[in-house]
T-cell receptor, first 109, second 113 residues
Framework: KNEVEQSPQNLTAQEGEFITINCSYSVGISALHWLQQHPGGGIVSLFMLSSGKKKHGRLIATINIQEKHSSLHITASHPRDSAVYICAVSRGGADGLTFGKGTHLIIQP | SQTIHQWPATLVQPVGSPLSLECTVEGTSNPNLYWYRQAAGRGLQLLFYSVGIGQISSEVPQNLSASRPQDRQFILSSKKLLLSDSGFYLC????????????FGPGTRLTVL
């Protein structure tokens, strides 16, 4: 079993829909990261959080430490949001990130 | 501002040939540096990390090695490439270990034939 599980693996939605991507982890962590990877391969860090909720524009990330679960929400989705969204964790006492397999999101106009 | 560079952007190499990928960071001192690989159809995997010059830790036994000859330079090498070394290699840096945002380079796409 992977230490970081994401769902769904693939998601296609219409422009304007509310999007939710889920991430569960099975190890102790110091922080959880949400990353965005565009078709060219470049990766951008969207959020890093260890508790509660963070918001940036139309993106919202939440984490429940007790349940070992995080969600990434996109409000008023737009075709430019199409990308692979990756959940990753920083493990307590370890260096580097452990990644989920990513969610391939397509927003259709 | 900080910038991270990787080169080359793409590389096609025959099996058994050597490899050298370079990563440099500008605008920060004593960064933590990381090499990750994304193989086709698989998620990202940590290969090496470094907290200082000459200090390298390996996460996964493999055909690759890493070196950090200067504070802001991180090099990924292989003496003899395998087909399974094909993938997308990403360098990243952070300020603090564990609880800090990581900043990724543009990546190198390696194809071993």
């Amino acid at each position: 079993k992977n230490e970081v599980e994401q769902s769904p693996q693939n998601l296609t939605a219409q422009e304007g829909e509310f999007i939710t991507i889920n991430c569960s982890y099975s190890v102790g962590i110091s922080a959880l990261h949400w990353l965005q990877q565009h078709p060219g391969g470049g990766i951008v860090s969207l959020f890093m959080l260890s508790s509660g909720k963070k918001k940036h524009g139309r993106l919202i990330a939440t984490i429940n430490i007790q349940e070992k679960h995080s969600s990434l929400h996109i409000t008023a989705s737009h075709p430019r949001d199409s990308a692979v969204y990756i959940c990753a964790v920083s493990r307590g006492g370890a260096d580097g990130l452990t990644f989920g397999k990513g969610t391939h999101l397509i927003i259709q106009p | 501002s900080q910038t991270i560079h990787q080169w080359p952007a793409t590389l096609v190499q025959p099996v058994g040939s050597p490899l050298s990928l370079e990563c440099t960071v500008e605008g920060t001192s004593n960064p933590n540096l990381y090499w990750y690989r994304q193989a086709a159809g698989r998620g990202l995997q940590l290969l090496f990390y470094s907290v200082g010059i000459g200090q390298i830790s390996s996460e996964v036994p493999q055909n690759l090695s890493a070196s950090r000859p200067q504070d802001r330079q991180f090099i990924l090498s292989s003496k003899k490439l395998l087909l399974s070394d094909s993938g997308f290699y990403l360098c990243a840096w952070s300020v603090d270990r564990g609880t800090d945002t990581q900043y990724f380079g543009p990546g190198t796409r390696l194809t071993v034939l």
